[in-house]
Structures are given as structure tokens and as C-alpha cells.
């Protein structure tokens, strides 16, 4: 029996007049067919006796080639090998999904690892377990003109705030240039997550990612090819983005800690699929409600970003990069006027999860 997976609700890449907005919410349930567990190999009973463990995650809004990986698992089985059933849902509205993690609405969270950090600081307990997202995708789209940082000074820049701002910050003190409009500074504008306003010509530039950037400049046509990309990770100025959180008290517990180490080990299967099985991966993308009718060039091309976010292929998924970790700590604490840190996490990293999956031979 085929299962299709469907974006419920508009959580969809941005539009004008009419085009799809990202950042709204919407809900992915995947129902897991009962198979034997591919890790710990729990005692089940036959189908239909023994109810599966389940896990409920909560993701960040974005289109969704950001969660190919998971889609994959889910139409896979992946899932369903590892014996877990789970359902995976969008935070609620105005909410991180770390958040929802922190309040008990979820059991696991996808979030860029700021906005989870500066939570951390606030007070909730949770832990990062696992990275998937190694390289950054975040980048500043601007006007053919602005063909060189510099000339960024006088202009209009958009800029999404909440914890995505301090490489942005930090690259205009490296230029020498203020954030002050006045005196040839930069005139900042908080953006939301579409692109209407750079496609109204209300701004210079705007802040996107790589993977969603050709979908929200779709209807430019060949005028996109001449816009100047300015990608943080290239700019030594990128910090972690999607990686996998869990409530630090679960982390005591071992029962748990085997449920999410399967849980990551499906999850690496559905992006080393993605990875290697491109064409596959790209049927997937376009069988989800929000991409039909997308050009398929454009849903390759955001297909092939995601893809380069992971990392080298022999970089394993999950890990995290200590020097990319320090890096986006130092930024939180100095990159922004309003720094999104005070002071350096303590106990926020856990190898636990991570260990116990290559422990128990789940490793791509």
C-alpha cells in the first residue's frame, strides 16, 4: 500500500499576489506501519497486538524540501524499521518548536541552533542531540549594483531578527559600515520571512536561504540570474542552523535515549537518501501539495541547496562540528548590538543520543 505524504495547510514558500507564503503554519502527520525496529530490536508482538512507541516532533515553518530528509524516512518506512510510530507537526502558531519541546507538546524539536540556545537561556531545558544542517544557508540577496559589500553603505537592507541576525551585524562592523541610516550607514528594515518587499523595490536586499531563494524569486524569471548573493558560510559568518533538541530530562532516562537514537538513525537513512538518490528525492519534493505545478528546475535547484547544507558526504549525519559550535556561540555574543547570548551555554550539548545510535551500528 503507497503512502502519501501531504503537507497539510499552507506551509509553502512565499507568494505575491497570489503565491504561496512561507512561514505559514501547517501540519505533516506520518502514520508508520508496525515493522520490526532496525536499532534495539525491542520484543514486539505481532501486528495489530502491540501498540509502537511514539514519538511526536515538532519543526521550525519552511517549505518543505527543509524536511526532505523526514518526508523520505516517512515514505520509506524508515520509521517503521526503527519500531516507532510518529507524527510530525509544525509548532504552533508563534511559537519555536522548541518551545512546544520545552512545554511537553512534543517529544523532539528541529530548530537553528540560536533561537534554541537563546530558549535555553530563558530557562528551558533543552539539549541539543544532533546536527543535521552542517553548512549555513542563510543569505543576503541584493540588486545587481551591489556588487560589492561595500557598496551596501546608503542602501536598504532586510533582515530577519529572532536569532538569525548576528552574522549579518558582525559583517557590517568587518565592513567598517554603521547601522545607522544616517551618515552613510546601512538602513536596516525587519523583514519577514517572504520577499515582498525586495520584490516591491522597498529594499535593496533581502534575507533569505538557499534552499528558498529560488522559489520565492521564481516569477523574476532570467532577472534572478543577476542578482548578487551574499551567503554567510562563504563570509566565515554563518551560524548552526536545523539541528535535532530533546528535553535534558529525557536524556537520564536510557529507554528514551534508545527511542531517539533509532529515531536519528531513520532520519540520517531519509537524508542519505535524499543525498544520494537525487532524482528521487526531487518526485518527492514535487509530489507535495505546496509544489504543484513548480517548475522543476527551481525545485532542483532548492533540492540541490538543502542538499549542500548537509555537508560533505562523508561527514556523518548528526554530528556537530566543534568549530562550527564555537563559532556560533562567539557570534551570538558579539555579532548583534543586542547580542542574542549574555553569557556562553553550560551543559547545552549532548552526545548521548549520538552515541548510542553508532553503538548500536545505526550509522550512514
Not at 501539495?289 to 548537509?310: H, M, Q
Amino acid at each position: 500500500m503507497k503512502m502519501v505524504l501531504k503537507w497539510h495547510g499552507p506551509a509553502s514558500p512565499l507568494r505575491r499576489a497570489g503565491r504561496r507564503l512561507a512561514g505559514q503554519l501547517g501540519i505533516l502527520l506520518i502514520p508508520i506501519l508496525l515493522t520490526l525496529p532496525a536499532m534495539s530490536q525491542p520484543a514486539l508482538a505481532q501486528a495489530g497486538d502491540t501498540a509502537l512507541p511514539t514519538l511526536d516532533l515538532r519543526l521550525p515553518s519552511g517549505p518543505a524540501v527543509r524536511s526532505l530528509g523526514i518526508l523520505m524516512a516517512a515514505e520509506r518506512g524508515y520509521f517503521a524499521a526503527a519500531g516507532l510510530d510518529v507524527t510530525v507537526s509544525h509548532a504552533r502558531l508563534g511559537h519555536s518548536p522548541v518551545t512546544d519541546l520545552a512545554e511537553e507538546h512534543a517529544d523532539l524539536a528541529i530548530e537553528i541552533m540560536p533561537v534554541a540556545l537563546r530558549q535555553r537561556a530563558e530557562g528551558a531545558e533543552v539539549v541539543h542531540i544532533a546536527q543535521f544542517f552542517q553548512r549555513g544557508t542563510l543569505t543576503l540577496i541584493c540588486r545587481p549594483e551591489i556588487d560589492q559589500p561595500g557598496k551596501l553603505a546608503g542602501r536598504n537592507v532586510g533582515v530577519w531578527l529572532g536569532g538569525w541576525e548576528s552574522g549579518f551585524y558582525a559583517w557590517l562592523n568587518r565592513l567598517g559600515l554603521s547601522y545607522f541610516a544616517s551618515g552613510g550607514g546601512v538602513t536596516i528594515l525587519r523583514q519577514g520571512p517572504d520577499a515582498e518587499a525586495f520584490l516591491a523595490r522597498e529594499t535593496d536586499c533581502f534575507t533569505t536561504t538557499s534552499y528558498l531563494a529560488p522559489l520565492q524569486l521564481a516569477d523574476l524569471g532570467k532577472e534572478r540570474k543577476d542578482l548578487v548573493h551574499y551567503a554567510y558560510e562563504e563570509l566565515g559568518l554563518s551560524v548552526l542552523e536545523d539541528g535535532l533538541y530533546a528535553r535534558a530530562a529525557d536524556l537520564a532516562d536510557p529507554a528514551r535515549v534508545d527511542l531517539f537514537a533509532r529515531f536519528l538513525s531513520a532520519v540520517a537513512r531519509g537524508w542519505q537518501s535524499v543525498r544520494e538518490e537525487p532524482k528521487a528525492a526531487r518526485t518527492l519534493l514535487a509530489s507535495q501539495t505546496e509544489n504543484a505545478g513548480r517548475d522543476a528546475v527551481l525545485l532542483t535547484e532548492s533540492l540541490n541547496a538543502v542538499i549542500a547544507a548537509l555537508g560533505r558526504p562523508r561527514i556523518e549525519i548528526g554530528s556537530l562540528d566543534a568549530a562550527a559550535f564555537d563559532r556560533t556561540v562567539t557570534l551570538l555574543l558579539t555579532g548583534a548590538p543586542e547580542p542574542v547570548l549574555t553569557a556562553a551555554p553550560t551543559r547545552a550539548l549532548s552526545d548521548a543520543v549520538f552515541n548510542h545510535r553508532r553503538a548500536a551500528g545505526g550509522v550512514n
